[in-house]
């Protein structure tokens, strides 16, 4: 199993134009939504908002993977998105996020869901990778670049 099975460049935003975590939450919603609109807007975002007070999904290092589990999504959806000036997300080690994996799941299928996640997490923990992802030029270059180390893990 790949990430690259559960998204494509036109799931991909470059350049985030969002400052808080609300409207980043809202912004990648929208980029979700833009392929999959049979999916409820408001179900989406309040399922990602009741997961952040649990605790922030900004896992340090300038990365968040916000994430929901909601009924009769069928096949996981995955979207990336970029902020080049790195957006307070209350991450754990209180630094601005900047790379944002995006993840919303079947309630059916959580073992799907853990492992897609750590895959995700395994991912962005290349330092390597990360320059690389805040480097790229645009959707097609950053799609590539995850393409190419998802496909080496």
Same mark, same amino acid.
Do not use: W
């Given at each position: 199993?790949?990430?690259?099975?559960?998204? /494509?460049?036109?799931?991909?935003?470059?350049?985030?134009?969002?400052?808080?975590?609300?409207?980043? #939450?809202?912004?990648?919603?929208?980029?979700? #939504?833009?392929?999959? /609109?049979?999916?409820?807007?408001?179900?989406?975002? @309040?399922?990602?908002?009741?997961?952040?007070?649990?605790? /922030?999904?900004?896992?340090?290092?300038?990365?968040?993977?916000?994430?929901?589990?909601? !009924?009769?999504?069928?096949?996981?959806?995955?979207?990336?998105?970029? /902020?080049?000036?790195?957006?307070?997300?209350?991450?754990?080690?209180?630094?601005?996020?900047?790379?944002?994996?995006?993840?919303?799941?079947?309630?059916?299928?959580?073992?799907?869901?853990?492992?897609?996640?750590?895959?995700?997490?395994?991912?962005? !923990?290349? @330092?390597? #990778?990360?320059?690389?992802?805040?480097?790229?030029?645009?959707?097609?270059?950053?799609?590539?670049?995850?393409?190419?180390?998802?496909?080496?893990?």
């Amino acid at each position: 199993m790949r990430i690259g099975d559960y998204f /494509s460049c036109y799931d991909i935003v470059p350049h985030l134009i969002s400052t808080t975590k609300k409207e980043v #939450l809202e912004e990648l919603t929208e980029k979700l #939504l833009a392929g999959h /609109s049979e999916i409820d807007r408001d179900e989406v975002f @309040r399922v990602l908002l009741e997961r952040e007070l649990l605790g /922030s999904t900004g896992i340090g290092g300038g990365i968040a993977l916000p994430h929901a589990k909601l !009924k009769h999504v069928g096949s996981p959806l995955v979207v990336f998105g970029r /902020s080049t000036t790195g957006i307070a997300y209350d991450a754990l080690d209180g630094r601005p996020v900047k790379l944002f994996f995006l993840l919303v799941a079947d309630t059916d299928s959580v073992d799907l869901y853990l492992t897609l996640l750590a895959r995700i997490s395994r991912l962005l !923990k290349d @330092r390597v #990778l990360r320059n690389r992802l805040l480097e790229a030029a645009d959707a097609n270059a950053l799609y590539e670049i995850i393409q190419e180390q998802d496909n080496r893990l």
